[in-house]
């Protein structure tokens, strides 16, 4: 794969890198660090990919590495004396069902995610996450269920 074409294919999915990202890492300055660690990876060793038309799952599941690797380094780092004050929550409560998707299991968490917010299908759920694909259909239904009840704890 030359660069032109690499590059063109990055582009082409780059704000569904920056969702999955979102998705998993609470942080935007870490979600960019993990989407550009995921692109040069890719670039370098673009080389080791066998098949070209698996080029997005196989970026998506590099992203998803680069996330957890964040996400470890952050629970290493010792906390802050003093945290900033955290945003006000808008007027009209639409952080509600952001709160709930981040108070799920990554494990449920993640095939949402690629599921109802990127379009992948169960077979590409389970290629990326590297899972069996009835594992991906029960943690779905899980997901959907468990976030059902958040936001109806949320609403009382």
């Known amino acids: 794969m030359d660069k032109q074409e690499f590059t063109r294919r990055v582009l082409a999915v780059e704000g569904r890198l920056y969702r ?12 960019l660090d993990a989407v550009q660690e995921a ?9 080791r990919l ?8 196989w970026l998506t599941r590099i992203l998803i590495n680069e996330c957890h690797n964040i996400q470890n380094a952050r629970r290493r780092s010792a906390p802050m004396d003093e945290l900033p004050e955290p945003a006000a929550p808008p007027e009209d409560g639409s952080w509600a ?23 992948y299908r169960v077979r590409e759920i389970a290629k990326i996450l590297r899972i ?17 009840a958040l936001l109806e704890e949320e609403g009382k």
């Open 20 to 31: 999955i990202g979102c998705g998993m890492l609470r942080e935007p300055q870490d979600r």
């Open 50 to 57: 066998r098949r070209e038309e698996f080029f997005e799952t």
């Open 39 to 47: 692109v040069l990876k890719a670039w370098q060793n673009r080389n």
């Open 132 to 148: 069996p694909e009835g594992t991906v259909k029960s943690r779905i239904a899980r997901a959907k269920r468990k976030l059902r």
């Open 97 to 119: 069902l952001r709160d709930a998707l981040m108070a799920l299991d990554e494990a449920l968490r993640l095939p949402l995610l690629l599921s109802y917010m990127e379009g």
